[in-house]
C-alpha cells in the first residue's frame, strides 16, 4: 500500500508531538475515501494512485493524555464523524501516533487497538508512527524520513518500506522551525485540550500550509 501525506497533515503531527515532548500522542488522518482519491486522480505524489493507496489531506489531533479513556475515545470519534459528515467525500483514512520515548519505534499495543479501531471504519487505513528521535536533526536540515508508515494488510500491523510513504516535506522544515519559533505548537489544540475548555478549536482549523 502506498501512502502520499499532504504537507498540512504533516506539520500539524510534527507540532503535536512538539506539544508534548514527554507524552505520547496521537490522532486521526483524514483524506478522500479510496473511490474519490481514484475518480479524483489529483493526489500529488509520484506514486499511482489506484486502489491500495491513501491520501493523507489533513490531520486531527486527539490525546496526549489517557489515550485509551473509552468515554473520550468515544466522544472524539463521534466528533470527528460529524466533522467528516460536514465534508463530503471526506473520510477518517489513518492514525498517527508518537512515543513517549525518543528512541521507541514500536507501534505498542495500546496503539495497535486504536489503529484497528479506525481500520474497522475504513478498511484501507494506515497509521503513520513519529520518529522521535529524528525531529532534531530534522529542524537541523539533517534529516527528512521523520514518518513511518504502517499497514495492516491481514497479517496484522507492521513496518512498510519507506518508499511507500510520500510525504510533502517541501518546505515543511522551513514551517515546523517558524512555527516553533512564534509558538504556534503551543496554540495547537487536540480534543484533550477541548475537553478542558470547549472554546479551544480541536480541529485548528486556523493552521493552513
Known sequence: MVCTVDRIAALKILLHSAKYPSSSVNGVLLGPSP??????????????????????????????????????????????????????????????????????????????????????????????????GKLGAFADNASQDILQLWTSEGKGWGRSAASKLNCQTEGLRDLYVDALLQGRHQQLCDFDDHLNDIAKDWTNSDFQS
Do not use: W
Not at 475518480?39 to 496526549?64: C, K, M, R, W, Y
Not at 470519534?77 to 467525500?89: E, I, M, N, T, Y
Open 35 to 132: 473511490a474519490e482519491a481514484s475518480s479524483q486522480g489529483s493526489a500529488p505524489n509520484t506514486h499511482d494512485e489506484g486502489p491500495s493507496s491513501v491520501h493523507v489531506t489533513d490531520a486531527i489531533p486527539l490525546f496526549h493524555s489517557f489515550l485509551t479513556l473509552a468515554p473520550s475515545l468515544e466522544t472524539a470519534l463521534f466528533q470527528v464523524d460529524a466533522l467528516c459528515r460536514s465534508k463530503p467525500g471526506v473520510k477518517v483514512v489513518g492514525y498517527y501516533h508518537a512515543n513517549e520515548l525518543l528512541t521507541d519505534l514500536d507501534l505498542k499495543p495500546m496503539a495497535r487497538r486504536l489503529a484497528d479501531r479506525i481500520q474497522q471504519q475504513q478498511g484501507q487505513a494506515v497509521t503513520l508512527l513519529v520518529d522521535n
